[in-house]
Structure formats: C-alpha cells, structure tokens
Nanobody, 128 residues
C-alpha cells in the first residue's frame, strides 16, 4: 500500500523558512515522481513543485520560483520541499503526491490529475 506522510508545517512569520518532508512507504520510491501541491481555503489545489525520478529539471510554479526548492533522497524514501522567504499568500495545506515514472520537466507543467497517490497534508501558515 502506497503511503505518503507529510510533516514540517507550522506557523511562521513573513520571510521565515520551513522544510517540509514527505516520508514514503509501500512502494519503490526511486521509481516514482514526486509532487508538492497546496490548497488554500476556498481555492483549488495547485502545483507548487514537482521532480521526476530520472532526468529533467524540476518544475516550479511561477509564484514560488527562487524561494522554494524541491529535492528527494531515494535512500531515505523521503521527498522535501524547502520553503524560504515565506509570504502570507503561501498559507495553505501542503500535500505530497507520487506517481510511477511520471516525466517531469521545468517547461511542462505539473498537474493534480497526473498523480494518483496523496498524503494527508500539512498546514503552513504565514503570519504578517
């Protein structure tokens, strides 16, 4: 059974940082692309960053480019999202997702419909 468990969310001030983690189990992590998505109250879930399990540059939403960094540690079965210079508009529930061998590249976009396995989410609140 594929399981994804996010952690690392919290309440921070504008300009601060958080490192979100996504612990994976039940599947061969190195065979899966990883995505981070977020959903604010009253809004649709949107892609933040995605990374393939092979080649290709990571994808970042324009709103987070230069501030967020996605990475993965296949040996630890864990994905990460480093969030720096946080803004109030980054406040949302952040979700980790995984999909088998999904191609990802910076110029292609990353979409909710591309991913079939999801975690339960972790809340990030940025206070001004």
């Amino acid at each position: 059974e594929v399981q994804l468990v996010e952690s690392g969310g919290g309440l921070v001030q504008v300009g601060e940082s958080l490192r979100l983690s996504c612990a994976a189990s039940g599947f061969t992590f190195g065979d899966y692309a990883i995505g981070w998505f977020r959903q604010a109250p009253g809004k649709e879930r949107e892609a933040v960053a995605c990374i393939s399990n092979t080649d290709g540059s990571p994808y970042y939403a324009d709103s987070v480019k230069g501030r967020f960094t996605i990475s993965r540690d296949n040996a630890q079965n864990t994905g990460y999202l480093q969030t720096d210079s946080l803004k109030p508009e980054d406040t949302a529930v952040y979700y980790c997702a995984a999909e088998f061998s999904l191609p990802v590249d910076s110029g292609w976009g990353c979409y909710v419909a591309d991913f079939s396995s999801w975690g339960q989410g972790t809340q990030v609140t940025v206070s001004s």
